[in-house]
Nanobody
Framework: QVQLVESGGGLVQPGGSLRLSCAGP???????MAWYRQAPGKQRELVAA??????NYADSVKGRFTISRDNAKNTVYLQMNSLNVDDTAVYYC???????????????????WGQGTQVTVSS
């Protein structure tokens, strides 16, 4: 059972930045990993993914968010810049399912969801 722990969320003003972290066991190193978010009343959506083939981003965050990973630390990061109120959500990490995980665009993940980290963008 893979347990993932997200951290780094908080309250930030529009235009601000945050860096999220996702820590897991060493086994996550071989997987495409992704960040997802779920806003109140909305379905969970994938926002960024990273694998050996590169990275992939949802159109809504392209140019503002950057996903990276440090396999030595078994950690995946999400640098979020130019935040706006529409980015307010609980953010989760997981591994996208399927053979084309890097281009997966749904809201599913391979493992049980962690507690997530709340990001609130407000003035």
């Amino acid at each position: 059972q893979v347990q993932l722990v997200e951290s780094g969320g908080g309250l930030v003003q529009p235009g601000g930045s945050l860096r999220l972290s996702c820590a897991g066991p060493a086994s996550i190193r071989v997987y495409v990993m992704a960040w997802y978010r779920q806003a109140p009343g909305k379905q969970r959506e994938l926002v960024a993914a990273i694998g050996y083939g590169g990275t992939n981003y949802a159109d809504s965050v392209k140019g503002r968010f950057t996903i990276s990973r440090d396999n030595a630390k078994n950690t995946v990061y999400l640098q979020m810049n130019s935040l706006n109120v529409d980015d307010t959500a609980v953010y989760y990490c997981n591994a996208p399912p399927g053979n084309r995980a890097l281009t997966y665009s749904g809201g599913g993940g391979l493992w049980p969801w962690g507690q997530g980290t709340q990001v609130t963008v407000s003035s």
